[in-house]
């Protein structure tokens, strides 16, 4: 069993910056691929971007590619998504998922029904 706890979400001018935490607990976190979805109002959750369990290893939403990049600290059981260049199509509550089948080398990477664990969220709002 995995648990994911969000953090780092805020009120950010278009154009700034906020970097989202996402911890997890248990002793198998390297062995995740790790994702963050986000999922705005009256909209689907989709796809931000993911991260293999290594870390070597990274694949991004096209609107976010350049901006957002996903990264994670093994030791520390955390993955992180810095978030640049803000826009106001980004505002939107953000989860992370774990994933323990090996989707980052599947085509599947970006079905968030094949993640086994997902934090709550947290809330990210850009001001125009």
């Known amino acids: 069993q995995v648990q994911l706890v969000e953090s780092g979400g805020g009120l950010v001018q278009a154009g700034g910056s906020l970097r989202l935490s996402c911890a997890a607990s248990g002793r198998t976190f390297s062995t995740y691929g790790m994702a963050w979805f986000r999922q705005a109002p009256g909209k689907e959750r989709e796809f931000v971007a993911t991260?293999?369990?290594?870390?070597?290893?990274?694949i991004y939403e096209e609107s976010v590619k350049g901006r957002f990049t996903i990264s994670r600290d093994n030791a520390k059981n955390t993955v992180y998504l810095q978030m640049n260049s803000l826009k106001p199509e980004d505002p939107a509550v953000y989860y992370c998922?774990?994933?323990?089948?090996?989707?980052?080398?599947?085509?599947?990477?970006?079905?968030?029904?094949?993640?086994?664990?997902w934090g709550r969220g947290t809330q990210v709002t850009v001001s125009s």
């Open positions: 998922a774990a994933d323990a089948d090996g989707l980052f080398y599947s085509d599947l990477y970006a079905d968030e029904r094949r993640y086994n664990y």
């Open positions: 991260i293999s369990s290594g870390g070597e290893s990274t």
